[in-house]
């Protein structure tokens, strides 16, 4: 990327760099699920003009308020609310990350124990900070082989919930970013007897409802509280999301006031038309853009599995309660039989062939096949594959050991002080390669997927050291802490 030394005031360096990634041309297999406009719909393309400028303004009577919706807000929540199966929904301008905070904190109190799944993204910890609960948490099941996390064994739940008879709720990621979901049904159950709530991080799941080749919605699995990302896989602007309310076991007053408490009293109402126009246009043609993406995917998941060396993730990893159903969806590719790291192959098909994925890791690329997408995007993903596989295949190589090892799989770290404490407490900078058996301050987590590594509070381990250095060296990138080299480190005084 070419930086520039010192920008000057006629210059407006944000959208320079949108227009130059747009004016690449490079094809999205990534968020946000309206794909550059190509599956926008037309209400919306209307809105994103000098027209939508001349509309965009906030706090008119006509306008209703989000923070306590009695007009045009409240009839486009209660027609999502609707769509989805919900009880309610709150329209949310602070993406998922601001959904989750507003579920933590309108659900928790401050000392309140909550299950939370290791691979929980950042903004679970940070509405476990918010609210000053106490995590207690348990480890997803793994994919050794592709390195991937899976969902939640409800065995090793069972354990956790009898060890822990007075938390309050277990949160879930479902479905993983790779499009894995546990059996929610059997975890609603457990947690329901117990009278624990099931709040869900649907952040990869607005579209679930509108196929049967998908998994089950958490709404309908018996989810308390659902957040989705609209944004992500339907056709709404990003940084819009939806809260759903599925039962009376919460107090919808209760999440409305910790959302007020967390968002704009100044929302962008392009923003919340959007959400209404993506509601809109899931209502009008929702199953049939649903089913399209669904066997566009199963297309492009075939030929992947035919080009020598690449292997497509599909429905034969599942069969337990933790790898219950796959969403087609997320394509993930395995790249063990061209022996090319996750994060290398990106990087060769957004600049050799004008592919840009999703995400990387060490073992696999991802792409996302969305409603957006047309038969004519597939054929050119799969060419790019093929490519790829040309430049790099070899049918005589050696099996590298980088891929076929299990991958490590981090113990839990042991907690010295909840998050919000820690979050709080005076900390000291140190040299991160010193900070062996030292209480972190800051939460340190790859991205993507952003899931944390170490939470504030958490005792930095040696392994801990060597697992980030060896995923730096891989080229992951790393955000969280003040220093996203970490040479450095805040840790508790
Ligand atoms: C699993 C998961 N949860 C929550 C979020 C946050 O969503 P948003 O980007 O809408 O704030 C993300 C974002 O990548 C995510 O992957």
Redesign the pocket.
């Known amino acids: 990327m070419n930086k520039k030394a010192k920008r000057t005031q006629n210059e407006a360096p944000i959208s320079e760099a949108m227009e130059a990634y747009a004016g690449d041309g490079a094809l999205a297999f990534h968020t946000p699920g309206h794909k550059q406009g190509l599956g926008a719909h037309p209400l919306l393309k209307k809105l994103i003009t000098e027209e939508g400028l001349r509309q965009e303004v906030s706090l008119m009577e006509e306008l209703d308020d989000l923070h306590a919706p009695s007009g045009c807000i409240k009839e486009a929540e209660t027609l999502a609310a609707e769509l989805w199966g919900a009880k309610e929904t709150l329209f949310m301008i602070n993406?998922?990350?601001?959904a989750?905070h507003a579920m933590l904190l309108g659900t928790l109190k401050h000392g309140d124990k909550v299950i939370v799944p290791r691979n929980a993204?950042r903004?679970i910890i940070g509405g476990i900070i918010l609210a000053g609960a106490k995590p207690v948490f348990i480890q997803p099941e793994i994919h050794h082989q592709l390195g991937i996390t899976l969902g939640l064994s409800p065995k090793k739940v069972k354990k956790v919930l009898q060890a822990n008879p007075d938390a309050k709720a277990m949160v879930v990621?479902y479905p993983t970013?790779y499009g894995v979901a546990t059996d929610l049904r059997v975890l609603a159950e457990m947690l329901h007897v117990r009278n624990m709530l099931l709040l869900v991080?649907e952040?990869?799941g607005a579209h679930l409802r509108f196929s049967q080749g998908l998994p089950p919605q958490a709404l309908e699995c018996g989810a308390d509280v659902v957040c989705q990302?609209t944004?992500?896989l339907l056709g709404s602007m990003t940084q819009t999301?939806m809260l759903h309310i599925g039962s009376d076991r919460v107090s919808s007053e209760r999440i409305r006031e910790a959302a007020a408490l967390l968002q704009s009293t100044s929302p962008n109402q392009l923003l919340l038309a959007s959400l209404d126009i993506a509601r809109l246009q899931m209502a009008e043609s929702g199953f049939m853009l649903a089913a399209r993406a669904v066997n566009l995917a199963n297309w492009v998941r075939s030929k992947i599995n035919k080009i020598p060396g690449l292997y497509c993730v599909g429905d034969e990893i599942l069969g337990t309660p933790w790898a219950y159903k796959l969403d087609p969806t997320k394509i993930t590719v395995n790249l063990e039989g061209i022996d090319l790291p996750g994060p290398e192959a990106e990087t060769m098909l957004r600049f050799m062939f004008g592919v840009q994925c999703e995400l990387s890791d060490p073992r696999n690329i991802l792409f996302i096949i969305s409603i957006a997408d047309t038969e004519q995007e597939c054929i050119k993903l799969v060419e790019a594959l093929q490519n790829l596989s040309d430049m790099r295949y070899d049918e005589s190589r050696e099996i590298n050991e980088e891929f076929s090892e299990p991958v490590p799989v981090l113990p839990i770290p042991k907690m010295s002080a909840n998050p919000r404490r820690s979050f709080f407490a005076n900390k000291v900078k140190m040299d991160f390669d010193k900070a062996g058996g030292l209480v972190s301050g800051e939460t340190v987590i790859f991205y993507?997927?952003?899931v944390p590594v170490l939470c504030p509070g958490e005792y930095i381990t040696p392994e801990i050291i060597e697992y980030i250095r060896d995923r730096q060296a891989k080229g992951a990138r790393i955000v969280g802490p003040a220093d996203t080299e970490l040479k450095t480190i805040k840790i508790l005084r």
């Open positions: 993406g998922t990350t601001g989750i993204h903004s990621v970013y991080d952040a990869h990302s944004h992500k999301s993507p997927p952003g």
